[in-house]
């Protein structure tokens, strides 16, 4: 589906390639590069359904949304909000529930394995990380 000021379409999209930071689609039905502007900066939606199964311990952005951060040492940092996409790594947006007893509302917090991410529990909704809480 493609969306543009609010409304929501669904298109065909008949083939696609990386370019940049970015995508090139051929959608059905646009042939030319007029009618293709039209689309340009728009949002894409995909359901859910059609996206492929992922492997043991892999994981879609959407998955760790709303998941509990705590830390090794039992330590409640909040929810997960929101990634942010860095470049060199993906970072957890954690927000608490009103400010701690560090006075953080808010941490980020990178997306690392095994140094900082020390466990995903998927069915329990919760990742343990190894992350200082007043930082």
Do not use: C
Request: hydrophobic content about 40%; overall charge negative; glycine content about 8%.
């Amino acid at each position: 589906m493609i969306g543009q000021q609010g409304k929501w379409q669904t298109l065909e999209v008949v083939d696609w390639r990386r370019h940049n930071k970015g995508f090139i689609a051929k959608i059905a039905q646009v042939n030319d590069r007029d009618e293709a502007m039209a689309y340009t900066h728009a949002e894409i939606s995909v359901d859910s359904a059609q996206l492929p199964e992922l492997p043991q311990g892999e994981f879609y952005w959407r998955d760790l949304i709303g998941m509990s951060v705590v830390t090794d040492k039992g330590y409640n940092l909040g929810t997960v909000d929101d990634l942010m996409e860095t470049g060199s790594n993906d970072v957890l947006v954690v927000k608490a529930n009103s400010k701690d007893a560090f006075g953080q509302a808010e941490r980020l917090i990178p997306f690392l394995t095994d140094s900082v991410i020390k466990e995903v529990k998927y069915e329990a909704r919760e990742i343990t990380v190894d992350w200082d809480p007043g930082f």
